[in-house]
């Protein structure tokens, strides 16, 4: 008998590595802390693999869940949220939460299963075109159909899913294709010609709004998520101070810039502030960074800061000129692009007049509320914040409860503020905590719904229990679909159309159900003891905050309407 060669020797040592091995290797890679997964019949063989693991595997209770828990993840950690799901319902229970993550930047690399290769197209037992699906709704996808391109495919879905502006990809995985045995494939790096973000801005760009600054009368900054997103807050910060030119931020952008700071002037939109939507309006020098002039921002485009000229910093060309005609366009990541201007030294302008004017209608035109016997939403959160030092995560479903957090909750750091933007999520607030908590497990952190949004996940409360996660659950609970029941009070002449619910369950009682400590809380004097007491426990707690019916967000900005053109200001 022949000798064995060395090689033959080690060939026979070596394991048969299978797909699904390939998957959990390439993710241990990656430094993945985290896989937000459901499992099923077309993802077994990975989950076979997830069962020695090392990678914590956190099981939502639906996979609309999961994902927007990886979203939380994602949005506290900056790191990409790692999402798993089944073929069929599994895969397209997760296109909410991807088109949500599109919407707002968020990183995720998610990957569903899919039937065997011999039978894709058949619609087989269930098969779904996921690829044709979340074509729209996501930075990148695609199918694996060779074992040698799995380590490959996914160090491209991370590389893709983090830098230039970041969004979900996803990779269908074949189930045949987990299961089949291969041998080690060479390592590969990434090799992406036709994806180059621009990251440095150009020179001379950075010059023109140099010159621009020091010759404006009104400069305003408009700060929106890409600070955030590129760890340029600092930057943000020495900047504003070194040209002395006010800050106004965008719904996602909260805590980019310190609301404590006297150059914040608070957030614009339709249910931003006086002040940072009367800034805008007036200003002769709008320079955006890291926003895309979403509609509730700008309000009627022909009235968006008519006499100003616009500047705007985005790492996503496709932004740049999309909705608002700009004269001095900076592709570039945030941080490099305010880097470049600080190095400038740029003459200040003269500008203490606009200053001045800033701070006056800050002063006259506030946030407010009047009192009554009833609880209001607003005098919740001024007891929030106050008690967590404004230093608490807070994240949030969509709607009246949103704006009032928004308006409300002065973030004093980047990454403490996880709410769905762009897509406007029901049902996004208590996953979302779930993914948040994970990021920083030393947190405070308040997942504030509103009571139509939290029936929407309240599954999730098993799994908050399941890890004994420490998250506050308020639920602001009016009775209806509040934002719904404001827009048919002011436009559909209070024409209530199924905005009202006429039966809920007990929130307490649910809680309890699930192992969780609830309250039912109705006057001021219950909520500033009961959260004292709930904020000094590590576990978690439902808090059912029995609020004025009949409160709406003010101030507003109707539809159609300027942003000079604002109703509900103080008296």
Request: charged share 20%; net charge negative; aromatic share 8%.
């Amino acid at each position: 008998m022949l000798q064995e060669t060395a090689f033959e020797k080690t060939k026979a040592q070596v394991k048969p590595l299978t797909g699904a091995d390939l998957l959990l290797q390439a993710l241990d890679k990656e430094n993945v802390e985290f896989i937000f997964g459901y499992p099923g019949g077309a993802v077994l063989p990975i989950y076979d693999k997830i069962y020695d693991s090392k990678i914590f595997h956190v099981l939502p209770r639906h996979e609309q869940g999961g994902i927007h828990a990886a979203e939380g993840y994602a949005r506290i950690s900056g790191k990409p949220g790692v999402v798993i799901a089944t073929s069929g319902p599994g895969a397209t229970n997760i296109v909410t939460g991807l088109a949500d993550a599109m919407m707002d930047s968020l990183p995720l690399v998610v990957f569903t299963g899919q039937v065997a290769t011999s039978v894709i197209g058949t619609d087989a037992f269930q098969e779904a075109d996921i690829l044709g699906i979340t074509t729209p709704i996501t930075k990148y996808n695609c199918q694996v159909r060779n074992l040698e391109d799995i380590p490959r495919i996914i160090k491209e879905a991370f590389y893709i899913a983090t830098t230039g502006r970041p969004g979900p990809v996803l990779i269908d995985f074949p189930k045949d294709i987990a299961a089949t045995i291969s041998s080690v494939p060479d390592e590969q790096e990434v090799d992406l010609p036709g994806y180059q973000p621009t990251t440095q801005p150009n020179y001379l760009q950075i010059r023109k709004l140099t010159e621009a600054v020091s010759a404006a009368k009104k400069p305003v900054i408009l700060a929106g998520a890409g600070v955030n997103f590129a760890k340029a807050s600092a930057e943000l910060l020495e900047y504003a101070e070194q040209q002395q030119i006010p800050v106004v931020h965008t719904l996602l952008g909260l805590g980019g810039f310190p609301a404590d700071n006297k150059l914040f002037v608070g957030m614009g939109g339709m249910h931003g502030c006086y002040a940072a939507n009367m800034a805008l309006y007036e200003s002769d020098l709008l320079i955006n960074v890291g926003a895309r002039f979403d509609d509730r921002l700008t309000g009627n485009l022909a009235h968006f800061a008519p006499n100003a000229v616009k500047a705007h910093i985005d790492i996503d060309p496709a932004e740049i000129g999309k909705i608002i005609p700009t004269k001095i366009p900076i592709v570039a990541d945030a941080k490099e692009a305010l880097s470049m201007l600080i190095k400038q030294k740029g003459l200040q302008s003269e500008h203490k007049d606009w200053l001045e004017k800033i701070e006056n209608w800050k002063n006259e035109y506030p946030y407010y509320y009047k009192e009554s016997n009833l609880l209001k939403p607003q005098q919740v959160l001024e007891l929030l914040f106050e008690k967590t030092k404004g230093e608490a995560i807070v994240t949030t479903d969509v709607g009246q409860h949103q704006m009032w957090a928004a308006q409300y909750y002065q973030f004093k750091e980047s990454n403490r503020w996880v709410t769905s933007g762009g897509l406007g999520t029901m049902g996004f607030g208590l996953p979302s905590s779930i993914g948040a908590q994970l990021a920083d497990p030393k947190a405070t952190v308040l997942a504030i719904s509103g009571d139509g949004g939290f029936q929407m996940c309240s599954q999730e409360l098993a799994l908050i229990r399941e890890l004994n996660l420490p998250i506050k659950i308020i639920i602001f609970n009016n009775q209806a679909l509040g934002m719904v029941r404001q827009w048919q009070e002011f436009f559909y002449e209070s024409r209530f159309s199924h905005s009202k619910e006429s039966f809920q369950p007990s929130f307490v009682a649910l809680a309890e159900a699930y192992g969780i400590k609830g309250y039912q809380i109705s006057s001021v004097k219950e909520a500033a003891s009961i959260l004292d007491e709930v904020l000094a426990v590590r576990e978690p707690v439902l808090l059912d905050f029995r609020i004025d019916p009949n409160e709406n967000v003010y101030p507003m900005i109707a539809p159609g309407k300027g942003l000079h053109e604002m109703v509900g200001m103080k008296p």
